[in-house]
Protein backbone atom coordinates (compact mmCIF):
# COMPACT_ATOMS: atom_id res chain seq x y z
CA UNK A 1 0.00 0.00 0.00
CA UNK A 2 1.01 3.45 -1.30
CA UNK A 3 4.57 2.10 -2.41
CA UNK A 4 4.36 3.85 -5.18
CA UNK A 5 3.36 7.34 -4.29
CA UNK A 6 6.14 7.48 -1.45
CA UNK A 7 8.90 6.51 -3.81
CA UNK A 8 7.40 9.02 -6.09
CA UNK A 9 7.13 11.82 -3.71
CA UNK A 10 10.68 11.46 -2.16
CA UNK A 11 12.41 11.87 -5.62
CA UNK A 12 10.24 14.84 -6.07
CA UNK A 13 10.96 16.47 -2.57
CA UNK A 14 14.95 15.78 -2.82
CA UNK A 15 14.99 18.09 -5.87
CA UNK A 16 13.63 21.37 -3.63
CA UNK A 17 16.29 21.47 -1.34
CA UNK A 18 19.19 23.00 -3.40
CA UNK A 19 16.78 25.91 -2.91
CA UNK A 20 16.73 29.02 -0.39
CA UNK A 21 13.15 29.63 -0.15
CA UNK A 22 9.32 27.92 -1.07
CA UNK A 23 8.51 30.49 -3.43
CA UNK A 24 5.28 30.13 -6.43
CA UNK A 25 7.54 29.88 -9.03
CA UNK A 26 9.89 26.17 -7.11
CA UNK A 27 6.87 24.77 -5.69
CA UNK A 28 5.20 24.90 -9.22
CA UNK A 29 7.30 21.95 -10.54
CA UNK A 30 7.06 20.20 -7.18
CA UNK A 31 3.11 20.73 -6.79
CA UNK A 32 2.90 19.07 -10.50
CA UNK A 33 5.31 15.98 -9.36
CA UNK A 34 2.80 15.37 -5.71
CA UNK A 35 -0.35 15.87 -8.29
CA UNK A 36 0.94 12.92 -10.79
CA UNK A 37 1.78 11.20 -7.75
CA UNK A 38 -1.45 11.29 -6.09
CA UNK A 39 -3.09 10.48 -9.46
CA UNK A 40 -1.06 7.73 -10.51
CA UNK A 41 -1.93 6.03 -6.20
CA UNK A 42 -5.82 6.33 -7.62
CA UNK A 43 -6.99 9.76 -5.43
CA UNK A 44 -9.74 11.02 -7.22
CA UNK A 45 -9.32 13.68 -9.00
CA UNK A 46 -11.71 16.27 -7.10
CA UNK A 47 -9.66 15.04 -4.15
CA UNK A 48 -6.36 16.00 -5.74
CA UNK A 49 -7.32 19.31 -6.89
CA UNK A 50 -8.62 20.30 -3.38
CA UNK A 51 -5.12 19.10 -1.86
CA UNK A 52 -3.01 20.50 -3.94
CA UNK A 53 -4.69 23.87 -3.81
CA UNK A 54 -4.16 23.58 -0.10
CA UNK A 55 -1.26 22.56 0.34
CA UNK A 56 0.13 25.50 -2.03
CA UNK A 57 -1.31 27.65 0.09
CA UNK A 58 0.13 26.71 3.08
CA UNK A 59 3.63 25.97 1.78
CA UNK A 60 3.65 30.10 1.02
CA UNK A 61 2.12 31.28 3.75
CA UNK A 62 3.39 32.46 6.50
CA UNK A 63 3.64 29.38 8.69
CA UNK A 64 6.88 27.56 7.25
CA UNK A 65 9.24 28.19 9.66
CA UNK A 66 11.96 30.27 8.76
CA UNK A 67 14.63 27.76 10.48
CA UNK A 68 13.28 25.03 7.98
CA UNK A 69 14.99 24.61 4.39
CA UNK A 70 12.49 24.99 1.90
CA UNK A 71 12.69 20.73 1.31
CA UNK A 72 11.83 20.71 4.68
CA UNK A 73 9.32 23.06 5.62
CA UNK A 74 7.56 21.81 1.92
CA UNK A 75 7.80 17.84 3.20
CA UNK A 76 6.20 19.02 6.39
CA UNK A 77 2.96 21.14 5.01
CA UNK A 78 2.81 17.83 2.68
CA UNK A 79 2.16 15.38 5.74
CA UNK A 80 -0.07 17.60 7.25
CA UNK A 81 -1.94 18.18 5.24
CA UNK A 82 -2.35 14.09 4.55
CA UNK A 83 -2.67 13.93 7.92
CA UNK A 84 -5.59 16.62 8.12
CA UNK A 85 -7.26 15.17 5.07
CA UNK A 86 -7.35 11.45 6.58
CA UNK A 87 -8.32 13.00 10.03
CA UNK A 88 -6.41 13.38 13.40
CA UNK A 89 -6.31 10.76 15.69
CA UNK A 90 -7.49 6.88 15.67
CA UNK A 91 -11.31 6.62 15.54
CA UNK A 92 -12.19 3.90 17.28
CA UNK A 93 -15.65 2.07 17.60
CA UNK A 94 -17.97 4.45 20.06
CA UNK A 95 -20.48 1.98 21.53
CA UNK A 96 -21.30 4.20 24.65
CA UNK A 97 -25.21 3.18 24.35
CA UNK A 98 -27.33 1.18 26.50
CA UNK A 99 -26.83 -2.74 25.13
CA UNK A 100 -27.05 -3.85 22.49
CA UNK A 101 -24.77 -1.60 20.72
CA UNK A 102 -26.23 -1.79 16.87
CA UNK A 103 -23.33 -1.58 14.82
CA UNK A 104 -24.59 -1.87 10.89
CA UNK A 105 -22.21 -2.40 7.65
CA UNK A 106 -23.29 -1.33 4.07
CA UNK A 107 -21.53 -1.28 1.04
CA UNK A 108 -21.32 -2.68 -2.60
CA UNK A 109 -21.50 -6.32 -3.04
CA UNK A 110 -18.22 -8.02 -2.56
CA UNK A 111 -16.96 -5.04 -0.64
CA UNK A 112 -16.23 -7.07 2.22
CA UNK A 113 -19.28 -6.52 4.90
CA UNK A 114 -19.70 -10.05 5.61
CA UNK A 115 -15.99 -10.29 6.28
CA UNK A 116 -15.92 -7.33 7.74
CA UNK A 117 -18.37 -8.71 10.56
CA UNK A 118 -16.79 -11.07 11.22
CA UNK A 119 -13.63 -9.35 11.62
CA UNK A 120 -14.72 -6.79 14.11
CA UNK A 121 -16.91 -9.70 16.02
CA UNK A 122 -13.42 -10.77 16.78
CA UNK A 123 -11.91 -7.50 17.77
CA UNK A 124 -14.45 -7.01 20.22
CA UNK A 125 -14.81 -10.05 22.06
CA UNK A 126 -10.97 -10.70 22.04
CA UNK A 127 -9.66 -7.17 22.51
CA UNK A 128 -12.74 -5.30 24.39
CA UNK A 129 -14.15 -8.42 25.87
CA UNK A 130 -17.59 -7.77 24.07
CA UNK A 131 -20.45 -10.85 24.06
CA UNK A 132 -21.59 -10.20 20.28
CA UNK A 133 -24.11 -11.10 17.92
CA UNK A 134 -24.38 -10.69 14.73
CA UNK A 135 -27.10 -11.13 12.20
CA UNK A 136 -27.31 -11.10 8.36
CA UNK A 137 -30.10 -8.89 6.63
CA UNK A 138 -28.81 -10.47 3.20
CA UNK A 139 -31.92 -12.45 3.06
CA UNK A 140 -32.10 -12.74 -0.20
CA UNK A 141 -29.42 -15.03 -0.47
CA UNK A 142 -29.23 -18.16 1.71
CA UNK A 143 -25.21 -18.94 0.85
CA UNK A 144 -24.89 -15.05 2.62
CA UNK A 145 -26.30 -15.63 5.65
CA UNK A 146 -24.52 -19.78 5.38
CA UNK A 147 -21.38 -17.20 4.98
CA UNK A 148 -21.70 -15.43 7.79
CA UNK A 149 -23.29 -18.08 10.14
CA UNK A 150 -19.59 -19.88 9.33
CA UNK A 151 -17.78 -16.96 9.80
CA UNK A 152 -19.50 -16.24 13.36
CA UNK A 153 -18.84 -19.87 14.72
CA UNK A 154 -15.24 -19.53 13.44
CA UNK A 155 -14.52 -16.28 15.51
CA UNK A 156 -16.57 -17.67 18.52
CA UNK A 157 -19.71 -14.75 18.57
CA UNK A 158 -23.40 -15.68 18.33
CA UNK A 159 -25.15 -15.72 15.48
CA UNK A 160 -28.55 -14.70 14.81
CA UNK A 161 -30.51 -16.87 12.04
CA UNK A 162 -32.66 -15.34 9.34
CA UNK A 163 -34.52 -17.31 6.71
CA UNK A 164 -34.62 -16.18 3.05
CA UNK A 165 -38.54 -15.54 3.08
CA UNK A 166 -37.85 -12.86 6.01
CA UNK A 167 -38.40 -9.47 5.77
CA UNK A 168 -35.02 -7.99 6.47
CA UNK A 169 -36.14 -5.17 8.49
CA UNK A 170 -38.78 -7.28 10.78
CA UNK A 171 -35.43 -10.10 10.83
CA UNK A 172 -33.13 -7.55 11.97
CA UNK A 173 -35.70 -5.84 14.54
CA UNK A 174 -36.25 -9.61 15.90
CA UNK A 175 -32.29 -9.78 16.46
CA UNK A 176 -32.16 -6.49 18.66
CA UNK A 177 -34.76 -8.36 20.61
CA UNK A 178 -32.80 -11.70 20.97
CA UNK A 179 -29.76 -9.03 21.71
CA UNK A 180 -31.45 -7.49 24.49
CA UNK A 181 -33.10 -10.55 25.93
CA UNK A 182 -29.53 -12.48 25.46
CA UNK A 183 -27.92 -9.83 27.29
CA UNK A 184 -25.49 -9.02 24.11
CA UNK A 185 -23.38 -6.08 24.63
CA UNK A 186 -23.08 -5.30 20.24
CA UNK A 187 -25.50 -6.59 17.53
CA UNK A 188 -23.51 -6.49 14.18
CA UNK A 189 -25.62 -5.99 11.15
CA UNK A 190 -24.13 -7.44 7.87
CA UNK A 191 -26.35 -5.98 5.73
CA UNK A 192 -27.14 -7.09 1.64
CA UNK A 193 -25.27 -5.49 -1.15
CA UNK A 194 -25.52 -5.00 -5.06
CA UNK A 195 -23.32 -4.95 -7.56
CA UNK A 196 -23.86 -1.50 -8.43
CA UNK A 197 -25.45 1.16 -6.50
CA UNK A 198 -29.25 1.25 -7.10
CA UNK A 199 -32.44 2.68 -5.42
CA UNK A 200 -33.46 -1.01 -4.22
CA UNK A 201 -30.63 -1.34 -2.04
CA UNK A 202 -30.36 2.20 -0.63
CA UNK A 203 -33.47 1.99 0.18
CA UNK A 204 -33.20 -0.66 2.04
CA UNK A 205 -30.18 0.48 3.97
CA UNK A 206 -32.30 3.53 4.97
CA UNK A 207 -35.30 1.27 5.89
CA UNK A 208 -32.86 -1.11 8.36
CA UNK A 209 -31.22 2.04 9.52
CA UNK A 210 -34.45 3.60 10.56
CA UNK A 211 -35.62 0.83 12.44
CA UNK A 212 -32.66 -0.32 14.92
CA UNK A 213 -31.09 3.26 14.52
CA UNK A 214 -27.66 1.91 14.50
CA UNK A 215 -24.98 3.58 17.08
CA UNK A 216 -22.42 2.88 14.25
CA UNK A 217 -23.07 3.04 10.42
CA UNK A 218 -20.26 1.96 8.80
CA UNK A 219 -19.78 2.46 4.73
CA UNK A 220 -17.12 -0.95 4.16
CA UNK A 221 -15.21 0.09 0.40
CA UNK A 222 -12.94 -1.74 -1.23
CA UNK A 223 -9.98 -0.02 -1.37
CA UNK A 224 -9.02 -1.55 -5.06
CA UNK A 225 -11.49 0.11 -6.86
CA UNK A 226 -9.83 3.20 -6.94
CA UNK A 227 -11.88 6.40 -8.47
CA UNK A 228 -14.72 4.36 -8.56
CA UNK A 229 -14.97 4.43 -4.61
CA UNK A 230 -15.62 8.03 -4.57
CA UNK A 231 -18.85 7.81 -6.71
CA UNK A 232 -20.28 5.00 -4.48
CA UNK A 233 -18.85 6.50 -0.84
CA UNK A 234 -20.53 10.23 -2.12
CA UNK A 235 -24.17 7.79 -2.70
CA UNK A 236 -23.91 6.33 0.83
CA UNK A 237 -22.59 9.22 2.29
CA UNK A 238 -26.39 10.92 0.80
CA UNK A 239 -28.00 7.97 1.71
CA UNK A 240 -26.92 7.36 5.30
CA UNK A 241 -25.82 8.88 8.14
CA UNK A 242 -22.61 7.30 8.26
CA UNK A 243 -20.27 7.34 11.50
CA UNK A 244 -17.41 5.61 9.90
CA UNK A 245 -15.83 3.89 7.12
CA UNK A 246 -13.78 0.32 6.30
CA UNK A 247 -11.99 0.24 4.21
CA UNK A 248 -10.94 -3.02 2.91
CA UNK A 249 -8.23 -5.29 1.24
CA UNK A 250 -5.58 -2.57 1.36
CA UNK A 251 -3.71 -5.71 1.71
CA UNK A 252 -4.07 -5.93 -1.84
CA UNK A 253 -3.22 -2.51 -3.13
CA UNK A 254 0.02 -0.97 -3.68
CA UNK A 255 -1.17 2.38 -4.17
CA UNK A 256 -3.61 3.57 -1.67
CA UNK A 257 -5.34 6.25 -2.92
CA UNK A 258 -8.67 5.62 -1.89
CA UNK A 259 -7.96 6.08 2.08
CA UNK A 260 -7.44 9.71 0.91
CA UNK A 261 -10.93 10.16 -1.00
CA UNK A 262 -12.99 8.40 0.97
CA UNK A 263 -11.92 10.08 3.66
CA UNK A 264 -12.65 13.46 1.64
CA UNK A 265 -15.84 12.30 0.15
CA UNK A 266 -17.39 11.00 3.06
CA UNK A 267 -16.39 13.69 5.52
CA UNK A 268 -16.19 10.31 8.35
CA UNK A 269 -13.24 8.88 9.46
CA UNK A 270 -11.79 5.68 8.47
CA UNK A 271 -11.71 2.95 11.64
CA UNK A 272 -10.37 0.14 10.13
CA UNK A 273 -8.80 -1.17 7.52
CA UNK A 274 -8.77 -4.40 6.17
CA UNK A 275 -5.45 -6.34 5.63
CA UNK A 276 -6.07 -9.88 4.52
CA UNK A 277 -8.93 -12.33 4.12
CA UNK A 278 -7.84 -13.80 7.71
CA UNK A 279 -10.59 -12.80 10.32
CA UNK A 280 -7.80 -11.81 12.61
CA UNK A 281 -6.79 -9.59 9.33
CA UNK A 282 -7.90 -6.04 11.15
CA UNK A 283 -6.71 -3.47 12.01
CA UNK A 284 -6.79 0.02 13.62
CA UNK A 285 -7.03 3.00 11.07
CA UNK A 286 -4.25 5.56 12.28
CA UNK A 287 -3.72 8.57 9.96
CA UNK A 288 -0.58 9.39 11.33
CA UNK A 289 1.04 6.15 10.50
CA UNK A 290 -1.00 6.14 6.79
CA UNK A 291 0.75 9.90 6.43
CA UNK A 292 4.14 8.45 7.19
CA UNK A 293 3.68 5.69 5.16
CA UNK A 294 2.56 7.65 1.70
CA UNK A 295 6.02 9.41 2.51
CA UNK A 296 7.79 6.53 2.59
CA UNK A 297 9.83 5.23 5.51
CA UNK A 298 13.52 6.42 4.36
CA UNK A 299 14.51 9.74 3.57
CA UNK A 300 11.61 11.95 3.68
CA UNK A 301 10.19 10.46 6.75
CA UNK A 302 13.77 11.44 8.86
CA UNK A 303 13.46 14.89 6.40
CA UNK A 304 10.16 15.31 8.13
CA UNK A 305 11.74 14.54 11.68
CA UNK A 306 14.76 16.79 11.08
CA UNK A 307 12.12 19.49 10.12
CA UNK A 308 10.26 19.60 12.93
CA UNK A 309 12.99 19.33 15.80
CA UNK A 310 13.57 21.54 17.94
CA UNK A 311 17.25 21.26 19.27
CA UNK A 312 18.43 22.37 22.59
CA UNK A 313 19.77 21.85 25.34
CA UNK A 314 16.87 21.32 27.92
CA UNK A 315 16.16 17.77 25.43
CA UNK A 316 19.83 17.08 25.22
CA UNK A 317 20.33 16.99 29.23
CA UNK A 318 16.98 15.35 29.86
CA UNK A 319 18.54 12.33 27.26
CA UNK A 320 21.94 12.49 28.80
CA UNK A 321 19.81 12.26 32.38
CA UNK A 322 17.82 9.35 31.33
CA UNK A 323 21.02 7.21 29.83
CA UNK A 324 22.84 7.94 32.92
CA UNK A 325 19.91 6.62 34.91
CA UNK A 326 19.71 4.11 33.03
CA UNK A 327 16.39 2.99 34.47
CA UNK A 328 12.76 1.61 32.83
CA UNK A 329 14.79 1.38 29.45
CA UNK A 330 11.79 0.70 27.10
CA UNK A 331 10.81 0.26 23.37
CA UNK A 332 9.34 3.62 24.04
CA UNK A 333 12.38 5.14 25.71
CA UNK A 334 14.39 3.80 22.28
CA UNK A 335 12.33 5.42 19.88
CA UNK A 336 12.35 8.76 21.53
CA UNK A 337 16.12 8.26 21.97
CA UNK A 338 16.80 7.54 18.28
CA UNK A 339 14.44 10.28 17.03
CA UNK A 340 16.12 12.48 19.59
CA UNK A 341 19.72 10.93 18.10
CA UNK A 342 18.21 12.16 14.80
CA UNK A 343 17.56 15.74 15.91
CA UNK A 344 20.45 16.26 17.36
CA UNK A 345 22.34 15.74 14.38
CA UNK A 346 23.47 12.08 15.19
CA UNK A 347 25.24 10.35 18.21
CA UNK A 348 27.90 13.21 18.00
CA UNK A 349 25.72 15.68 18.92
CA UNK A 350 24.41 13.84 22.05
CA UNK A 351 27.77 12.89 22.79
CA UNK A 352 28.79 16.70 23.08
CA UNK A 353 26.23 17.46 25.58
CA UNK A 354 28.02 14.36 27.80
CA UNK A 355 30.96 15.11 30.13
CA UNK A 356 34.02 14.00 29.34
CA UNK A 357 32.52 13.03 25.29
CA UNK A 358 33.60 16.04 23.86
CA UNK A 359 36.87 14.40 22.70
CA UNK A 360 35.14 11.43 20.63
CA UNK A 361 32.58 13.59 18.81
CA UNK A 362 34.65 13.91 15.94
CA UNK A 363 35.52 10.01 15.70
CA UNK A 364 31.57 9.53 15.67
CA UNK A 365 30.85 12.07 13.14
CA UNK A 366 29.49 10.25 9.82
CA UNK A 367 28.41 7.16 11.39
CA UNK A 368 25.04 7.56 11.66
CA UNK A 369 22.68 6.18 8.94
CA UNK A 370 19.30 8.16 9.62
CA UNK A 371 17.81 5.85 7.34
CA UNK A 372 18.17 3.19 9.32
CA UNK A 373 17.27 4.96 12.21
CA UNK A 374 14.04 5.87 10.82
CA UNK A 375 13.51 2.53 9.66
CA UNK A 376 13.64 1.38 13.77
CA UNK A 377 11.38 4.42 14.56
CA UNK A 378 9.14 3.10 12.23
CA UNK A 379 8.93 -0.49 14.05
CA UNK A 380 8.51 0.69 16.88
CA UNK A 381 5.51 3.13 15.59
CA UNK A 382 3.59 0.52 14.63
CA UNK A 383 3.05 -1.42 17.92
CA UNK A 384 0.87 -0.39 20.79
CA UNK A 385 1.78 1.24 23.77
CA UNK A 386 1.71 -2.37 25.97
CA UNK A 387 4.15 -3.09 23.58
CA UNK A 388 6.57 -0.72 23.69
CA UNK A 389 6.41 -0.89 27.51
CA UNK A 390 6.37 -4.75 28.03
CA UNK A 391 8.51 -6.13 24.81
CA UNK A 392 8.09 -9.40 26.35
CA UNK A 393 4.62 -9.97 25.30
CA UNK A 394 5.54 -9.26 21.50
CA UNK A 395 4.80 -12.96 19.79
CA UNK A 396 5.18 -14.05 16.73
CA UNK A 397 1.64 -13.12 15.80
CA UNK A 398 2.28 -9.27 16.90
CA UNK A 399 5.71 -9.32 15.28
CA UNK A 400 4.18 -10.28 12.10
CA UNK A 401 1.45 -7.65 12.64
CA UNK A 402 4.10 -5.11 13.64
CA UNK A 403 6.43 -5.75 10.50
CA UNK A 404 3.17 -5.31 8.49
CA UNK A 405 2.16 -2.16 9.65
CA UNK A 406 6.01 -0.85 9.14
CA UNK A 407 6.16 -1.95 5.60
CA UNK A 408 9.36 -4.55 6.99
CA UNK A 409 10.12 -8.09 7.17
CA UNK A 410 9.62 -9.62 11.03
CA UNK A 411 13.22 -10.19 10.81
CA UNK A 412 13.66 -6.76 10.80
CA UNK A 413 11.26 -6.43 13.96
CA UNK A 414 13.47 -9.28 15.70
CA UNK A 415 16.54 -7.38 15.14
CA UNK A 416 15.06 -4.29 16.61
CA UNK A 417 14.31 -6.05 19.11
CA UNK A 418 17.85 -7.47 20.31
CA UNK A 419 19.26 -4.00 19.77
CA UNK A 420 16.74 -3.05 22.27
CA UNK A 421 18.05 -5.76 24.75
CA UNK A 422 21.61 -4.86 23.97
CA UNK A 423 20.82 -1.04 24.90
CA UNK A 424 18.60 -2.02 28.00
CA UNK A 425 22.02 -4.18 29.74
CA UNK A 426 24.08 -1.64 28.54
CA UNK A 427 21.61 1.30 30.25
CA UNK A 428 21.98 -1.00 33.04
CA UNK A 429 25.70 -1.51 33.75
CA UNK A 430 25.76 2.26 32.58
CA UNK A 431 24.03 2.51 36.16
CA UNK A 432 26.02 0.32 38.30
CA UNK A 433 29.11 1.21 37.06
CA UNK A 434 28.65 4.85 36.66
CA UNK A 435 30.05 6.87 33.98
CA UNK A 436 29.98 7.03 30.05
CA UNK A 437 33.72 6.08 30.03
CA UNK A 438 32.57 2.79 31.01
CA UNK A 439 29.85 2.84 28.38
CA UNK A 440 31.82 3.73 25.52
CA UNK A 441 34.48 1.60 26.65
CA UNK A 442 32.15 -1.49 26.49
CA UNK A 443 30.86 0.12 23.50
CA UNK A 444 34.07 -0.66 21.42
CA UNK A 445 35.20 -3.56 22.64
CA UNK A 446 37.52 -1.59 24.39
CA UNK A 447 39.09 -0.23 21.84
CA UNK A 448 38.51 2.59 19.11
CA UNK A 449 35.15 4.21 19.74
CA UNK A 450 33.99 4.12 16.65
CA UNK A 451 32.55 0.84 14.74
CA UNK A 452 31.92 -1.12 18.16
CA UNK A 453 29.04 -2.27 17.00
CA UNK A 454 27.45 -4.63 19.41
CA UNK A 455 25.34 -2.50 21.77
CA UNK A 456 25.51 0.79 20.06
CA UNK A 457 21.89 1.76 18.00
CA UNK A 458 20.86 0.73 14.92
CA UNK A 459 22.71 2.40 12.23
CA UNK A 460 25.45 3.60 14.42
CA UNK A 461 29.08 2.39 14.50
CA UNK A 462 28.92 0.27 11.62
P1 LIG B 1 -19.63 -8.69 0.94
O1 LIG B 1 -20.29 -9.09 -0.32
O2 LIG B 1 -19.52 -7.20 1.05
O3 LIG B 1 -20.22 -9.30 2.16
O4 LIG B 1 -18.10 -9.19 0.82
P2 LIG B 1 -17.42 -10.44 1.51
O5 LIG B 1 -17.21 -10.18 2.96
O6 LIG B 1 -18.14 -11.69 1.16
O7 LIG B 1 -15.98 -10.39 0.82
C1 LIG B 1 -15.78 -10.55 -0.56
C2 LIG B 1 -14.43 -11.16 -0.80
O8 LIG B 1 -13.42 -10.28 -0.39
C3 LIG B 1 -14.20 -12.45 -0.03
O9 LIG B 1 -13.53 -13.35 -0.85
C4 LIG B 1 -13.32 -12.01 1.12
O10 LIG B 1 -12.49 -13.06 1.57
C5 LIG B 1 -12.52 -10.90 0.49
N1 LIG B 1 -12.05 -9.92 1.48
C6 LIG B 1 -12.76 -9.16 2.33
N2 LIG B 1 -11.97 -8.33 3.03
C7 LIG B 1 -10.70 -8.55 2.62
C8 LIG B 1 -9.41 -7.98 2.95
O11 LIG B 1 -9.27 -7.08 3.79
N3 LIG B 1 -8.35 -8.49 2.29
C9 LIG B 1 -8.46 -9.48 1.35
N4 LIG B 1 -7.35 -9.90 0.75
N5 LIG B 1 -9.64 -10.01 1.01
C10 LIG B 1 -10.76 -9.57 1.63
MG1 LIG C 1 -21.93 -10.40 2.31
Known sequence: ??????????????????????????????????????????????????????????????????????????????????MRVMGEANDGLDLRVRP????????????????????????????????????????????????????????????????????????VERAVEAARTGYYDVLLVDTAGRMHVDEGMMDEVQRLQSAVSPVETLFVVDSMTGQDAVNTAQAFTDALPLTGAILTKTDGDARGGAALSIRYTTGKPIKFLGVGEKT????????????????????????????????????????????????????????????????????????????????VTEQMKGQVDDRQVARQIAIINSMTPRERRRPDVINGSRKRRIAGGAGMQVQDVNRLLKQHKQMQKMMKQMKKKGGMQQLMSQLGGGGGMPGGGGGLPPGMGR
Open 100 to 171: PAVVMVAGLQGSGKTTSVAKLGRWLREREGKKVLTVSADVYRPAAIDQLETLAAEVEVGFQPTQSSDDPVAA
Open 1 to 82: MFNNLSERLEGTLKRLRGHGRLTEDNIQETLREVRMALLEADVALPVVKQFIADVRERALGEEVMKSLSPGQAFVKVVRDEL
Open 280 to 359: EALEPFHPDRIASRILGMGDVLSLVEEAERSVDQDEAQQLADKLKKGKSFDLEDMRQQMSQIGQMGGMAGLMDKMPGMGN
